[in-house]
């Protein structure tokens, strides 16, 4: 039992792939970015539970906006130094910058439908005034010559 117990788990490239339903090939683009390190046993890749940590951890940062090369700057702390002082204060950094960055979208996005519902609203009144000289013409050229005497 103990020997089970210290025995690490290892994972297969495609393990990682189907578990968290991405291709092995982002998972070698991981690896080329420094982000994961497996070891080799040939030429298989053996992957154990750390790596299989960070790539949830690279995937939840994907998601939460964060690039690749901020996740490795998190991932080279954790490395350097087992306190995590200092990497949760990259993390607050971290999340300030990228708060502000989705603040500024924000902002640009509620600028961009403003400036969208008045182009609509032109082009609609355009439309509008198309359709109504149309209209106008329309009914002008179906007056017959005696009702336009009369």
Same mark, same amino acid.
């Given at each position: 039992?103990q020997?089970?117990?210290?025995?690490?788990?290892?994972?297969?490239?495609? /393990?990682?792939a189907?578990? @968290?339903?991405?291709?092995?090939?982002?998972i070698? @683009?991981?690896?080329?970015? &420094?982000?994961?390190?497996? *070891?080799?046993?040939?030429q298989?890749?053996?992957?154990?539970?750390?790596?299989?940590?960070? =790539?949830?951890l690279?995937?939840r &940062?994907k998601?939460?906006? @964060?690039?690749?090369?901020?996740?490795?700057?998190?991932f080279?702390?954790?490395?350097l130094?087992?306190?995590?002082?200092?990497?949760?204060?990259?993390?607050?950094?971290?999340?300030? /910058?990228?708060r502000?960055?989705?603040?500024?979208?924000?902002?640009?996005?509620?600028?961009?439908?403003?400036?969208?519902?008045? =182009?609509?609203?032109?082009?609609r /009144?355009?439309? *509008?005034?198309?359709?109504?000289?149309?209209?106008?013409?329309s *009914?002008?050229?179906?007056?017959?010559?005696?009702?336009?005497?009369?």
């Open positions: 039992m020997a089970q117990m210290n025995k690490q788990t290892t994972y297969s490239i495609g /393990d990682l189907r578990e @968290f339903d991405i291709t092995t090939r982002s070698r @683009f991981y690896e080329d970015q &420094g982000l994961l390190a497996p *070891a080799r046993q040939g298989t890749r053996l992957y154990t539970n750390k790596d299989r940590v960070r =790539l949830k690279i995937l &940062g998601r939460l906006g @964060f690039s690749l090369a901020e996740t490795k700057r998190l080279d702390l954790y490395d130094e087992n306190s995590s002082a200092r990497q949760l204060y990259t993390v607050l950094e971290l999340i300030a /910058d990228k502000l960055s989705l603040q500024q979208q924000l902002e640009d996005i509620k600028v961009l439908l403003v400036e969208l519902g008045n =182009l609509e609203e032109r082009c /009144d355009e439309l *509008a005034e198309i359709e109504a000289s149309k209209n106008r013409s *009914a002008a050229s179906s007056q017959s010559p005696s009702s336009v005497q009369e």
